[in-house]
């Protein structure tokens, strides 16, 4: 047999969080999932002896209609994780870079080496901020930049200047991945989405169904450009990649906007308390504008981030995320916002670990 090309051979694949751990057993509060469930009405299922609409036209009218958009200046996917695919595929030129930062949704990378391109991650600074020097050092001989607000796994937000100045002066494509974007819009910070209604030729942003709209079972995402952005990305795309289920599982969840809208609300709210009990434990919290958060075990105690991930995990059936890679992250934890039963043992199971 002929060997795998030598970028698949050496492809360290994403960790999904559903990897790690499987079943019912444990209580999750590691994929930045939304803790509730919808109890989704529909009167009959969809026909699914046909192929569904290749481009979910319904989908796209109920949602660019939110945005001030046309039905033009939308895509729908098989999550945003097939448009990351799409944008490397239709966007990036043979010998050319990918460029994102550090830490970052690790699907960027994957998608870059997957298909063969070089991909170079820009250091945040020690307290999550860009060091945007380094970051427009890094597109030279670049053709797609990446960036997550907030950012996964830091909840920070990248400044709405930066954005602007990157899609004015910056040659090549931008998606903004704002798959938090709803948790960020209910706290005041303003969206990518506002540039391409202003007409910005190179940026793509990307939301999901997957957080706020607690819908990540179902696999839905959706980005919003210029036309010219979207007509490449539906000629690149597979012929029917959003099922008929999902179409109208999605559509349905999409106009229970209010109770989603009200969520978002309640999980900020327990965020906060979530924040404030970590501190009051002595742990290290940092800002988050998405629903979770990153913190450090108190400076002055023994335990390390493995130690009370693996302490939450075997005593408590508690699973939170431990990134065991890379210097910048291995003494961090996230917690993605539960339900208040479910942080309400979070913070007593913390408690009998550091006190």
Not at 133 to 142: G, Q, R, S, T
Not at 147 to 166: D, M
Not at 235 to 258: D, E, F, M
Not at 265 to 290: D, H, K, T, W
Request: proline share 6%; with cysteine; aromatic share 10%.
């Amino acid at each position: 047999m002929n060997p795998l090309p030598e970028h698949i051979a050496a492809l360290r694949p994403y960790k999904s969080a559903r990897l790690l751990h499987k079943g019912e057993r444990w209580i999750y509060l590691d994929a930045n999932e939304s803790p509730f469930a919808w109890a989704t009405a529909m009167d009959a299922l969809p026909v699914l002896n046909r192929y569904p609409d290749p481009t979910a036209d319904g989908l796209r009218e109920a949602i660019a209609a939110n945005y001030d958009l046309r039905r033009e200046n939308l895509i729908m996917a098989n999550g945003s994780d097939e448009l990351i695919d799409l944008a490397v595929r239709a966007f990036v030129r043979p010998g050319r870079k990918i460029v994102s930062l550090a830490p970052s949704y690790g699907m960027y990378r994957v998608s870059a080496e997957k298909a063969g391109f070089e991909f170079v991650a820009v250091p945040l600074r020690s307290d999550f901020t860009v060091n945007e020097e380094a970051l427009w050092a890094a597109l030279d001989e670049a053709d797609l930049l990446f960036l997550c607000s907030p950012n996964n796994p830091t909840g920070t937000i990248i400044p709405r200047r930066l954005i602007e100045a990157l899609a004015a002066r910056f040659s090549g494509w931008i998606v903004i991945d704002e798959a938090y974007g709803e948790f960020a819009d209910a706290e005041g910070f303003s969206s990518s989405v506002e540039l391409i209604r202003r007409g910005a030729e190179n940026l793509l942003v990307l939301r999901t169904f997957s957080k706020a709209f607690a819908a990540a079972g179902i696999r839905l995402g959706y980005g919003m450009a210029v036309a010219s952005i979207i007509d490449v990305l539906l000629r690149v795309k597979p012929p029917y990649n959003v099922s008929v289920l999902t179409q109208a599982v999605g559509l349905n969840i999409w106009n229970q906007r209010t109770a989603m809208e009200e969520r978002v609300l309640a999980q900020i709210a327990e965020r906060n308390r979530l924040m404030q009990g970590c501190r009051q434990l002595g742990c290290v919290v940092f800002p988050s504008a998405a629903n979770f958060f990153l913190f450090q075990p108190p400076p002055d105690q023994p335990h390390t981030a493995q130690t009370i991930y693996e302490y939450l995990l075997e005593k408590h059936r508690l699973v939170v995320r431990w990134f065991s890679e890379g210097p910048a992250m291995e003494n961090l934890l996230r917690i993605t916002v539960g339900l208040p039963e479910q942080n309400r043992l979070f913070l007593q199971a913390l408690a009998s670990i550091l006190t």
